[in-house]
């Protein structure tokens, strides 16, 4: 069974999926089985691949590592997600080689959300942030 946002991979092609609506069944890319990504939380690599998560405010500012991820064509951070933790809000932003690994959110209502993010090459990542008042 598949779970609404899980993101899976196809280890053959490099398909990447997102759940929409959870369903029975597998994924199947290739003729194989797709691959449940399962986000990283800590991170050995010297690029910092952990969302950096502040709240200005009504303002919500995502970066990617705690020293800026490199955007280059050959290594570069695919995508952002803010996900409320109820996950009924998500706002994900494209990036491109050369952009600043960063999001930033206005519209998020609730503080209690996470951020996921997919690099090319070391997959994908995440962190929470948790009201304070709660």
């Not at 986000?39 to 995502?62: F, N």
């Not at 706002?91 to 690099?119: Q, V």
């Amino acid at each position: 069974m598949t779970e609404k946002l899980n993101l899976y991979r196809c280890k053959i092609c490099g398909n990447l999926v997102e759940v929409v609506l959870e369903g029975e069944g597998v994924l199947v890319c290739c003729n194989e089985e797709m691959e449940l990504l399962q986000p990283g939380t800590k991170d050995g690599a010297k690029e910092k691949h952990i969302p950096v998560i502040e709240i200005l405010g009504t303002t919500k500012i995502i970066k990617i590592g705690s020293i800026p991820h490199p955007m280059e064509k050959e290594h570069y951070i695919q995508f952002i997600e803010a996900i409320s933790n109820d996950k009924r809000y998500v706002k994900r932003k494209y990036l491109y080689e050369n952009e600043e690994p960063e999001m930033i959110i206005k519209c998020l209502d609730d503080d209690d959300f996470f951020a996921r993010e997919y690099c090319n090459i070391h997959g994908l990542y995440s962190n929470k942030k948790e009201n304070e008042n709660g």
